[in-house]
């Protein structure tokens, strides 16, 4: 091989390897720069604080049912569209759209609907929020709040309660309904009155 083909051969390895160098960094660059022009930093920020969010948040359930027994052998069962664990408060399930039965050794059954509501697994205790409705023995009741302390044995209802039977309606703040004595008391806030409209029939 002669010197003038050594020369044209190594000029056409350079042009070669400068043409490979351009065009790698043309479309590296043009890669950057569109994901720059179809992600903006705003986006980016929402798209990593929703991540975040949802770690924080823990792992999301359908269609969950929990059932047990409460300290004093009353069976129970806690069903919701919607439930998740957070991360940062260990033995708390976060519910949506819940109902739940209460079986009461006396053969009488306490049922509950919510749209939201809290669950430890822990403790057993539980709240129900927001549209707070409940049936038991031919009763009804409505609230806002309604909370089930497992290791009081007790159900506490709160927030605009009206219940409604066959002898009549009343209107109260709180009832405190005792599952082991199978007693219910009744209490109002400072300066107001339980309203009653009952049936002597």
Excluded: P, W
Aim: aromatic share 10%; net charge positive.
């Amino acid at each position: 091989m002669t010197l003038r083909k050594k020369k044209i051969l190594l000029i056409q390895f350079i042009l070669l390897i400068s043409a490979a160098l351009i065009i790698f960094k043309t479309y590296v660059n043009d890669g950057e720069k569109s994901s720059d022009k179809i992600i903006s930093k705003k986006i980016k920020q929402e798209i990593n604080k929703k991540i975040k969010n949802d770690q924080d948040s823990g792992n999301v359930f359908y269609d969950v049912v929990y059932s047990g027994l409460d300290l004093s052998g009353n069976r129970y069962i806690i069903e919701a569209k919607e439930a998740s664990n957070s991360n940062n408060d260990d033995g708390f399930v976060n519910l949506k759209t819940v109902t739940a039965v209460f079986y009461f050794k006396n053969d009488k059954n306490l049922n509950i609907t919510s749209e939201y509501g809290l669950y430890n697994n822990k403790t057993l205790d539980m709240k129900f929020k927001k549209a707070v409705n409940a049936e038991y023995d031919s009763s009804t009741l409505s609230a806002e709040e309604a909370e089930y302390f497992n290791s009081k044995n007790l159900i506490e209802i709160s927030k605009n309660v009206i219940i409604n039977d066959y002898r009549g309606s009343m209107f109260a703040d709180k009832l405190i309904f005792d599952l082991e004595k199978n007693k219910l008391n009744i209490t109002s806030s400072k300066n107001r009155n339980i309203k009653a409209d009952l049936n002597y029939k």
